[in-house]
Structure formats: structure tokens, C-alpha cells
């Protein structure tokens, strides 16, 4: 375990230096940042004013490696726009995406996993429900993030008028920005237990069980589901970067305040500092969770226990 | 085999944890808006927060008129009204006196006055204020200000200004104690102004205000909201479920479901005209003027105005709005005449056609990708083939500044605000932009003489010979007269949004 640990540590380190090296040279390869600071309307003088009051005008490895030099201190520089120090965003505005996506993936267990098993458990002779509802998460799988959001806006706040919808104002302006990110997960983990279920089923043991006069609740419950949950779970975790990426289009819809729509001002206004502080807080974050998943499914699955030892 | 179901424990069970989780989260929900409180959604806040040197344009525009004044503003019709500075007069040809308004105070208590006013030009005159968005035009114009009284100032600028009031309407008056005491970024997040509004809290997507009971015009509204909601589509919708009671940056498109929910869409000038703008110095096809014209002719921009705008605005004749000073209401828009293009684009030697690409950004205007678009096709019935390649507004000012352009022209706009002057957008599309795209010599003499001709009748002569000019050697194609729309829900009164500043004090709420 300490082995692998380091291992994905050392992964980290990597991708980080990695990550932080391509995102300064491309975010100034596409962006003048006094020009934009400037505005269309200002002199090339002042741009250049500006160019050299930032210290923009230095070699770019130059600044390439005070930035560096300041990641190690974990100074992640100061926004240009705001005048605040980048991190400083991220880390206000981070808590609330991440609340967000534990609550779509909470709704995406709660929803998926009893869909799944249900479609899975057919054996091959599928009812019209079932048609339907696999029809259903189908259609739901190809459907965009916004969509969603729209729909739900319509339906339940235009309409309906049940739910206010704009910013983070209490339970009630949780509800639709969790259903539309958990709208992007829940129909991919749905079918994927529901194809572990199906091929669980066929198992031997499954036979061996329905032999020995187990019921069917029990040897779906017992023997076959926590088998095909196995797969889900690596699935789970891969997932979570689609979560924070749909956080960006979800949390735009909705005035979310997180690092999602910190993200799209930032990179409007090619505010580099809190682009890249948010580039790379979000990286550790999928990193952190895809490693968590990956332990964790070397945990719940005795096969792999058996062969490391 | 019988279908396995969730158990009943596992579901409440689950549904338990997903109840608890965030209610474990939660903060302290909000109180809900005071009953008189009005919410408006932008598509965004400014970026520089509430620190009004770091810009003079949207978004930021839209935002700081309820916390900040100016000297002077400018009124929908486009005339110049007082505002801190009741009047103003020209003593010499590069001195102003403005007569400052009494008894108005900062949110905080501070006095405004000639020293007050005084501090914010001081400012504009340092290293830092001379970068900042608020001094491009006031900071490098302005020589110096003193005070001649407590509410007079008196301002010289390095040449003659003749639109020096008009270029104040920009220029927000900062408190001087609190801009020294909090420092920029302190300030940012506690702005002090003498607006009708004060900050109680400058959140990630939104703004709370409340009223400021030393406003010298005291607002008819106990609170504000300012939203920040970039998507139209969800603007649209949050004015139907009557969650916001106004917003702006919409399209002409949203007047029907606005209507559905009786929430009115209203037109204002944008102050410029939307133009592909040939790029001379790179498009070996476009330095010839025939080319020039013939594509002119071939855009129908009638269509676009009638179709896309719904008849809400006009062709653009020439490289300027109606609204403008200087505007020459002779000239008439290019014709869309295609047989005539194709035989100016044969004589050009172009009889078999031509490939062209157009840099645009899409997205900051109602409809602009529309009406690219539009253009494209019309271009293509005369053997244009035009290709449209969408670039960010950063790549755009990127090549402003730095050259770069990949295409033989981009979409960009003439735009005359703050001074609604003609002859304000000739400094970017002339020679005298050092990375220039289009260059007509024998305009600049006009143009350096219009920027400080005092006499008002010599300069709009010289503005409409340099527009005359502009229109026959067509170094762009003229698209529309820009017009932005705003959404209002039935209940708003006293709306008043002039080129981006909306009068918070007038605003109202009718009651249900």
C-alpha cells in the first residue's frame, strides 16, 4: 500500500509539472494579457505601461520560472483583474463545487445503482418496462448537460414555479443545478451495472446458488450485485473529472458560485493566474479521487488483495 | 426470475444521506430580498469588482452606476446632462471649470467636493492610474487639476479637448479617505461612492445593495440585487418565473416568451456600428477598391436589419451611428446589388470568385453570429466564398495590439461611446494605429484636426469629410447600427439605460 502511495505521488508530481508547464505557455500563446488588461480603447503605450508594470515584458522563461518558484511556496499569484491573490478564488469558491458534486454523485448511487440492477437483472427477456426505461437512460446518456438544465429551469421554475434556480440561496437552489450534473452519470452507471448484473448472473456461482435454493432477491442482492459493483466503483471515480467539468455549464445556468464559473470569467477575461490556480486545484482533486478509487477497488476486491500478497 | 427492487430501507436510507449531507453543508440561508428590493441579472460582474478605475466599459458599466456618479452623463438621446458637475465652461483652449454640485456626500460620510474630485484626476496621473481602464482617455489627456473653490475644479489637458465633458461620463468620483485607507483591493471589495447605492455584500455571482441614505438622489428602491447570470437563456427564464425583475444583453429573438410571461423587451442604441473590417495591409484582393465595393454591394444588409433585428435597427450607411455627432444623413447605405458586384468583382479581375476568411467573435452582440453569417451567404451568390472562423475577444485584442490576424478581415465595431463622436473609433481604424489594417493617408490630416478643432461647427465638417471619404473607399463592410435590448418584468418603472449606465435611483417597482 505505502508503495503504491508513492507511486501515485510521484504520478502527481508529474502531471502537476506537467500540466502547469503547458497551460503557461499556451494561455500566452493565446492571450496578451496587458492587452486584454488594457482594453481595445488604450495606446500601445499603455499597454506597454502596463506590460512592464506586471512584469509581463520579461523573457518568458523568466516568468515562466518565478511561477514556478512561487507554486513550490504555493503562491499562485495574483489576479490581475481582481487584484487578489489567485488561490484565494479558488479556495472560496471551491467548497461549493465540490458540495455540488457530491450531491449529483449521491443522487447518481441513488438513482443508478437500483436502475441498473433492475434493467440487469432481465436474463435476456426484457419486459416492455424495461424496454422503456433502457430506452429511456439511452436517450438521457446522449443528452447534453445544458439541456437538462434548461428543461428543468422551464418545467420547474418557469412553470411550475416550485424552485428558484439562481445562485445558492438555501436547500431549494440545490436541487435542479444536483438532478443536472447527476444527469450527465446517472444513465452511464445504470448501464454499466446494468451489463455487470446481466454478466453476474451468468456466472456459475450464481447457478451454484439458485441450485442451492436461494431466491432471487438473494441472489441478486447477495451474490450478484455486489460483484457487478465492483466495476462500478472504478467507474465512479473516473467520473468525477465529467462531474467538474459539467460543473462549468451547470454552475454558468444556474449563478452556481464555484470554481466552474470562476473558470469562464477567468479565462474571458485572461485572468492566467486564476486560470491556471484552478486548472491545477481541480487536476489534484481527479487525480486525488481517481487514486481514491483505485485503492478503494483494490480493497473491495478480494482477487486483487489475493494476487498482490 | 423476479425482478429485485430496492428495499424500502435503502432507499430512505440513501435519500437520508442525501438530505443530510448538504444540510450538514449548508450555510445560513440568506434572508430573502426586503420586500422593496429590485433584482437585476447581467451576463457578468465586473471583473475588477468594485474598484471603478479598472474599467469604463461593460460589464463593469452596467454595474457601477448604482454605487459611483460622474461629472457629467450622458442621457439615452445621447445629449450630455450634469450630474456631480452641475455646469461646465472652457476658460482657454486647454483649460475646463467645472462647477461641482454641493452637499453631496460619499456613503461613508465623506464630503464631496473640489478636492475630492481632485483626488481621483490625481490618481489617474500616477504610474499605477495611468494603466488603469479609467485613465486611457482622461488619464493621458488631463495635464493637471486644481482647486479653485470647494466646488470648483479646474482641469487643463495637454491639448485641446473639445470633448472632455463628454469623456467625463465615464470617470466615476472615488471617496479619497476611503481609497486611501482601504487600498485598491480593500476598496474593491467595499467600494465608496455617492450613487444611490451602498455594498452590503460582494458575493461570487451576485452583488447586495442596499439603499445610501446619504445619496443626494435618494433611490425609490430599499435594495438592489445584481446577478450575475451569463446565460441568455437563463436570463430569459428567470424573467419568466418572476425571479429577476430585469436584465439586459438579451436578443431580439426573446421578445415572445418575454411577452408570454408579460415581460416587455426594449431597444436602445449601442453607440456603434458592427463592421468586417477589411484587412488591407494583409488581403492582397481587398487593397483594390473595386473589390472593396463589390463586397459592400453584396452583403444585404437590409435583410439583416429587417429579419435578424426585426426592423429594431437600420443599415449602416457609413462608419458611424445615427446617434453620433457627425453623422452625415446624406450618405446612403451601399445598395444590395448583386449584379453590379459581380461585375466590379470582374473588372477587378476576380470574375471566377475569390476565397476570403473573416476573423469574428460571436457572442458579444445580439445576433452577431447571425448576421456574419447572413453576410457569408449573400457573399456567396457572388462568387465570394467567405469562410467564417470564430476567434476569442482575447485573440481579437490580442491582434489589435499585435497584429497576428490570420483572415483578410474581423468582425469589430466603430464604437463612439463614451463621447458619441464620429471620429472616435478613426484612431484604431486609420494610419494612426501602428499596427494598422486599413490606411488612407490623406485622412489623417482630417482626423488630427477634428480630434482638437474646438469650433463644434468645423469639427463636425471635418468629421463628415473623413466619413465621406471612409464610405466611398468602403474599408470595411458597414453592417448595422448596434442595439442592445433589455428585458423588463411588467412591474418596473423608471427604467433609464443610457449606453450602459442605468439610472438606479429612478428605478421603481409598480405594485402588484
Not at chain 1, 145 to 164: D, S, Y
Not at chain 2, 64 to 90: K, M
Request: net charge positive; aromatic share 8%; with cysteine.
Amino acid at each position: 500500500m505505502r508503495q503504491l502511495l508513492l507511486t501515485r505521488l510521484a504520478n502527481l508530481a508529474v502531471l502537476l509539472v506537467a500540466l502547469t508547464t503547458l497551460l503557461f505557455f499556451l494561455l500566452r500563446a493565446t492571450a496578451d494579457q496587458a492587452a486584454m488588461l488594457a482594453g481595445v480603447d488604450a495606446t500601445p503605450e499603455q499597454v506597454a505601461e502596463i506590460r512592464a508594470q506586471y512584469g509581463l515584458d520579461r523573457p518568458l522563461w523568466r516568468q515562466y520560472a518565478d511561477y514556478m518558484a512561487g507554486l513550490a511556496t504555493l503562491d499562485f499569484g495574483e489576479s490581475l483583474v481582481s487584484g487578489k491573490p489567485a488561490l484565494a478564488d479558488v479556495v472560496e469558491r471551491l467548497p461549493w463545487t465540490l458540495l455540488l458534486a457530491a450531491l449529483a454523485m449521491t443522487l447518481t448511487i441513488v438513482l443508478a445503482i437500483p436502475i441498473g440492477a433492475w434493467l440487469g437483472s432481465a436474463q435476456g427477456r426484457p419486459g416492455p418496462a424495461r424496454r422503456a426505461a433502457s430506452a429511456v437512460v439511452f436517450v438521457l446518456q446522449g443528452m447534453p448537460g445544458f439541456v437538462v438544465a434548461l428543461l428543468l429551469i422551464e418545467i420547474f421554475a418557469v412553470e411550475l414555479r416550485w424552485l428558484p434556480f439562481i445562485g445558492n440561496e438555501g436547500l431549494d437552489t440545490w436541487i435542479m443545478p444536483t438532478v443536472t450534473l447527476a444527469s450527465f452519470l446517472v444513465p452511464r452507471l445504470a448501464r454499466v451495472v446494468a451489463a455487470n448484473v446481466a454478466g453476474a448472473l451468468a456466472e456459475d456461482y450464481v447457478r451454484t446458488a439458485r441450485a442451492a435454493g436461494a431466491s432471487a432477491r438473494e441472489i441478486l442482492y447477495r451474490h450478484a450485485l455486489p460483484n457487478a459493483l465492483l466495476g462500478a466503483t472504478a467507474l465512479v471515480g473516473t467520473q468525477f473529472a465529467f462531474l467538474l467539468s459539467g460543473s462549468v455549464i451547470t454552475e454558468s445556468i444556474f449563478a452556481w458560485p464555484g470554481v466552474g464559473s470562476l473558470l469562464v470569467r477567468a479565462t474571458q477575461n485572461a485572468d492566467f493566474a486564476v486560470v491556471q490556480a484552478v486548472a491545477i486545484v481541480i487536476a489534484i482533486l481527479v487525480f486525488t479521487v481517481n487514486a481514491g478509487a483505485d485503492l478503494a477497488f483494490k480493497a473491495l476486491d478480494p482477487r486483487l488483495r489475493e494476487r498482490r500478497s | 426470475m423476479r425482478p429485485w427492487v430496492p428495499g424500502a430501507r435503502l432507499t430512505g436510507l440513501l435519500l437520508a444521506l442525501l438530505v443530510a449531507l448538504p444540510a450538514g453543508a449548508a450555510p445560513a440561508s440568506p434572508a430573502p430580498a426586503p420586500e422593496r428590493g429590485f433584482r437585476i441579472a447581467l451576463y457578468a460582474l465586473p471583473p475588477g469588482l468594485g474598484n471603478p478605475y479598472t474599467g469604463t466599459a461593460l460589464p463593469a458599466a452596467l454595474t457601477w452606476p448604482a454605487l459611483f456618479e460622474t461629472l457629467t452623463v450622458l442621457a439615452p438621446d445621447g445629449r450630455l446632462e450634469p450630474q456631480l458637475a452641475v455646469e461646465w465652461r472652457r476658460t482657454d483652449p486647454v483649460t475646463w471649470r467645472f462647477r461641482l454640485r454641493e452637499g453631496v456626500r460619499f456613503s461613508n460620510g465623506e464630503p464631496f467636493d473640489a478636492a475630492a474630485a481632485h483626488a481621483t484626476f490625481e490618481y489617474l496621473q500616477t504610474p499605477k492610474g495611468r494603466t488603469e481602464a479609467a485613465g486611457r482617455d482622461v488619464g493621458t489627456l488631463i495635464a493637471a487639476t486644481r482647486v479653485v473653490g470647494p466646488h470648483e475644479l479646474e482641469v487643463r489637458t495637454k491639448e485641446p479637448a473639445p470633448l472632455l465633458p463628454e469623456l467625463l461620463s465615464v470617470l466615476r468620483m472615488v471617496a479619497p479617505r476611503a481609497w486611501r485607507e482601504l487600498g485598491p483591493a480593500g476598496f474593491a471589495a467595499a467600494p465608496v461612492g455617492t450613487g444611490p447605492f451602498k455594498v452590503v455584500s460582494w458575493e461570487a455571482t451576485r452583488v447586495r445593495l442596499v439603499r445610501n441614505p446619504l445619496a443626494w438622489r435618494p433611490p425609490r428602491l430599499d435594495a438592489l440585487e445584481i446577478i450575475e447570470l451569463p446565460d441568455p437563456a437563463s436570463r430569459v427564464q428567470a424573467l419568466q418565473s418572476g425571479r429577476i425583475d430585469a436584465a439586459v444583453q438579451m436578443n431580439p429573438d426573446d421578445a415572445e416568451p418575454l411577452a408570454s410571461a408579460g415581460a416587455r423587451l426594449i431597444v436602445r442604441p449601442g453607440g456603434s456600428v458592427l463592421t468586417l473590417q477589411f484587412n488591407t495591409e494583409r488581403s492582397q484582393p481587398l487593397r483594390d477598391p473595386r473589390v472593396r465595393r463589390a463586397l459592400n454591394l453584396g452583403a444585404d444588409r437590409e435583410k439583416i436589419a429587417r429579419v435578424l433585428f426585426r426592423g429594431q435597427t437600420v443599415a449602416a450607411s457609413q462608419a458611424t451611428p445615427r446617434i453620433a455627432a457627425g453623422y452625415d444623413p446624406t450618405l446612403r447605405a451601399y445598395p444590395y446589388d448583386p449584379a453590379e458586384a459581380r461585375r466590379l468583382l470582374a473588372e477587378a479581375g476576380y470574375a471566377d470568385g475569390l476565397d476570403l476568411t473573416a476573423e469574428v467573435v460571436v457572442g458579444s452582440g445580439a445576433n452577431d453570429a447571425l448576421a456574419y453569417q447572413s453576410v457569408a451567404a449573400d457573399l456567396r451568390r457572388i462568387g465570394v466564398n467567405l469562410t467564417l472562423r470564430t476567434i476569442p475577444a482575447a485573440v481579437l485584442i490580442r491582434n489589435v495590439f499585435g497584429g497576428g490576424w490570420r483572415g483578410d478581415m474581423f468582425g469589430m465595431d466603430y464604437g463612439t461611446t463614451p463621447t458619441l463622436d464620429a471620429m472616435r473609433p478613426f484612431r484604431l481604424h486609420s494610419c494612426l494605429w501602428p499596427k494598422r489594417w486599413y490606411c488612407d493617408e490623406s485622412l489623417v490630416p482630417l482626423i488630427r484636426a477634428a480630434r482638437v478643432e474646438l469650433d463644434e461647427a468645423r469639427r463636425l465638417e471635418l468629421t463628415r469629410e473623413v466619413l465621406r471619404r471612409t464610405h466611398a473607399a468602403a474599408p470595411a463592410i458597414f453592417l448595422y447600427e448596434v442595439v442592445m435590448f433589455d428585458a423588463l418584468s411588467p412591474r418596473v418603472t423608471g427604467w433609464r439605460n443610457a449606453f450602459h449606465t442605468i439610472d438606479y435611483a429612478a428605478l421603481d417597482l409598480a405594485a402588484d
